[in-house]
């Protein structure tokens, strides 16, 4: 053995990239029953997830006990998905990656971009390949080849078989593969084990049974062979970036976050750069807490008011606080759900809620589904001018009539279709697009300062 060229452990990463055949093949189960059983092993695992997705994260960070980071290879550039990744899997020893959609879906049908496989390859990591068997037996071997001699410059490390009808069908698949990819192991249908969905995606952690998370690893340790996976898994850890995020001695503005059942879509990377830009996050709930004191800024992220819309309408006093807030010059920012948090009313189909009447306009819902990738030019407001940032947008409702109110943002879709957009009034701003603040890191830094500047005003 050479010693001199063999790796230390200390320089090595087990790191898997969760993919499926298509959506609804059962990645996220099988990504949060690794996770656990992983963690059984006495490992720290880092979780991230491929595309804008914000639920998917949220059950990886109940599972793993760390934030989950999102990589996307349109939102991001090149180097800011490899910085994350080498970052937020620094002091771990497993990173997990769960996918979208299928292996190759991505933004476009002539490329991988914005694909799990693309990102698989960029990141230089191996690929388990989660296969619905439900419905199939030996043609699951042709399919499996399929994805296999696809792209060949991606590396298929094995497959694991969901839905078998018992261990005489795994065999059958097994012997049909001969000797194909690896089949890593074979879970039986188990009742109760899917996730209940809702119009924007899973149900959210909180909602789930006390002993789901665990349920989950049992059934995996049993059914897959996790130490052959760990040991198949094993990578050079990747280096980090050599300029780092560079963080303010001490906080210098005080940032309300709205973060409860209402309020909780935000990519890990926006919070963390507004802390390095110099922001003490105080977290409150609008649908129970008053507004916390002191506060020199505002972010509400996307969510689900709509289900909360009765409490939310309740809480009186939060809203003439966030009122006055705005009134006096605050900056707030919001995304989403927190758009329609900060309009007139919420229009359900079981009656009409009041909300924070700070945008000149109501929203309601449901509406037609929106969805895409976007890109946005900023032309003032909250941010300034001339800035370029990617995001996405994803929902349900829609505003009542045309806005009467100034626009910030020419947003244009991945599709190529082109709109003005940020809504603005005084310092406040709000928008459907959820903005992924590493693939424009002076949004961070423009919020804050407006912070600072109305915390000496």
């Known amino acids: 053995m050479d010693l001199e060229n063999e790796s230390s452990p200390a320089s090595l990463l087990s790191a898997i990239v969760v993919a499926g055949t298509h959506s609804g093949v059962g990645k996220t189960t099988m990504t ?67 996918g979208v959609m299928g292996l190759f879906d991505g933004s476009e049908g002539k490329s991988d971009r914005g694909s799990t496989a693309e990102m698989a390859k960029l990141l230089g990591l191996p690929v388990v390949l989660v296969v619905d068997a439900s419905a199939m037996a030996r043609s699951a071997a042709a399919l499996i ?21 018992g261990s005489i069908h795994a065999d059958m698949i097994r012997d049909a593969m ?30 789930a049974r006390a002993d789901y998370f665990d349920e989950l690893a049992t059934l995996i340790e ?32 005080r940032v309300g976050l709205a973060r409860d059942e209402a309020f909780c879509f935000y990519y890990a990377d926006n919070l963390e750069l507004l802390q390095h830009a110099g922001a003490e996050l105080v977290e409150f709930s609008p ?31 939060t809203k003439e606080a966030i009122r006055e807030f705005a009134g006096s010059g605050g900056p707030i920012y919001a995304e989403c759900g927190g758009l329609m948090y900060l309009a007139k009313s919420l229009e359900l189909e079981d009656g009409s809620y009041p909300l924070c009447g700070i945008l000149p306009f109501s929203t309601r819902m449901p509406a037609g589904l929106t969805l895409s990738y976007v890109q ?15 995001g996405h947008v994803y929902h349900q409702s829609e505003i009542v009539g045309e806005p ?21 009034v005084g310092n406040v701003l709000a928008s459907y697009a959820h903005l992924h603040f590493a693939s424009q890191p002076d949004i961070a830094d423009s919020f804050i300062k407006g912070c600072r500047a109305y915390r000496v005003s």
């Open 404 to 424: 009467t109110v100034g626009r910030c943002y020419t947003l244009q879709t991945n599709r190529g279709d082109q709109m003005e957009e940020g809504f603005y």
């Open 178 to 207: 001969a000797e194909g990819v690896p089949v890593l192991g074979a879970i039986p249908r188990v009742a109760g084990l899917v996730m209940p969905e809702r119009h924007l995606g899973l149900h959210l952690p909180h909602e």
């Open 287 to 317: 649908i129970r807490d008053p507004l916390p004191d002191r506060l020199d800024g505002l972010y509400f992220g996307g969510g689900y008011p709509e289900l909360h819309a009765p409490q939310l309408a309740a809480n009186t006093a």
């Open 145 to 165: 080849h399929g994805f296999a001699s696809f792209d060949v410059e991606l590396h298929l490390a094995g497959v694991i078989l969901n839905n078998v009808g």
């Open 222 to 253: 049993e059914y897959v062979d996790v130490d052959g996976l760990l040991e198949a898994s094993r990578i050079e850890r990747p280096k980090l970036p050599k300029t780092q995020r560079v963080s303010v001695a001490e906080p210098t503005v």
């Open 376 to 390: 946005i030019e900023t032309n003032g407001g909250l941010f300034g001018a001339n800035l370029t940032a990617r």
């Open 32 to 98: 949060l029953g690794l996770i656990g059983a992983f963690r059984r092993r006495g490992l720290t695992v880092q979780p991230f997830k491929v595309g804008p997705d914000f639920i998917d994260p949220l059950h990886h960070q109940r599972a793993s006990g760390r934030a989950a980071r999102n990589l996307d290879g349109w939102m991001l550039s090149r180097e800011a998905n490899l910085d994350c990744f080498a970052r937020a899997s620094a002091d771990a020893d497993i990173a997990v990656v769960e």
